[in-house]
C-alpha cells in the first residue's frame, strides 16, 4: 500500500487522520510542520503528501513550492488540507503546486477518492 506523509501541526488532527488512513492500509509518515515535512519529503520519498497549509517553521505554500521545485520531489501528489474554504484559497493552493485540495474537517470518503485518483495518476 502507499506511504503517505501527513503534515499536520495540530496533534489531535494528525493522530485521527493518520489512524483513520492507517487502518485503510496506508503506510503513515507524520511530520508537525513545514520544515519537518521538506526534510521527510527528500529523504522518505512518499507516494503522496496530505500537507496542511497553515504549518509553523515553513508554512503549507511554500514548502509545496520548494518540493515542486526540487527535482526530486516534484513528482509526489500533494493534497492541501485548510481550514480556508473560499474559491481563492483553492486556487492559491493550486498555484503552489498543490495537486488536490480538501477542507477541513476532512471528509474521509471525499479525501480517499482525491488521494487513489492521485495515485493511479488519473489527478
Partial sequence: MARILLVE???MNRDMLSRRLARRGYEMLLAADGQQALDMARTELPDLIL???SLPV??????TQVLKRTNETRH??????TAHALSSDREKAMDAGCDGYETKP?????????MENLLAGRG
Fill in 51 to 53: 500537507m496542511d497549509m
Fill in 106 to 114: 476532512v471528509e474521509l470518503p471525499r479525501l480517499l477518492e482525491i
Fill in 58 to 63: 515553513v508554512n503549507g505554500w511554500e514548502a
Fill in 76 to 81: 509526489i501528489p500533494i493534497v492541501a488540507l
Fill in 9 to 11: 501541526d495540530n496533534e
